[in-house]
Nanobody, 122 residues
Framework: QVRVVESGGGLVQDGDSLRLSCEVSGLTFSTDAVGWFRQAPGKEREFVAAISWRGGVTLYGDSVKGRFIISRDNAKNTVPLQMNSLKPEDTAVYSC???????????????WGKGAQVTVSS
């Protein structure tokens, strides 16, 4: 079965960088997409970034383009999310998810981690 575990959340200052990691296991041909989503207090869930595990194709939400980088480490079975130039608006719970279809819609992802808190202070 597919398992998803996030790590690397924390408290940083405006302009700092932070690296999250998503460890995934149990991926199959029908479960190839790994994505990051976030949800801030009082706001709806927002797509952050996604990657196709086998193909390496990436997709980013408009609010993080040029600042965040998603990648994959096949040897470690992890999907890091490098977050640069962080802003207070990036404060949210970041969740990693695995699914059958590569894309930005949460409905594509059926396996979710518990989430990691990222707080950016001004």
């Amino acid at each position: 079965q597919v398992r998803v575990v996030e790590s690397g959340g924390g408290l940083v200052q405006d302009g700092d960088s932070l690296r999250l990691s998503c460890e995934v296991s149990g991926l199959t041909f029908s479960t190839d997409a790994v994505g990051w989503f976030r949800q801030a207090p009082g706001k709806e869930r927002e797509f952050v970034a996604a990657i196709s595990w086998r193909g390496g194709v990436t997709l980013y939400g408009d609010s993080v383009k040029g600042r965040f980088i998603i990648s994959r480490d096949n040897a470690k079975n992890t999907v890091p999310l490098q977050m640069n130039s962080l802003k207070p608006e990036d404060t949210a719970v970041y969740s990693c998810a695995a699914g059958r279809t590569f894309g930005s819609s949460a409905e594509y992802y059926g396996y979710w981690g518990k989430g990691a808190q990222v707080t950016v202070s001004s």
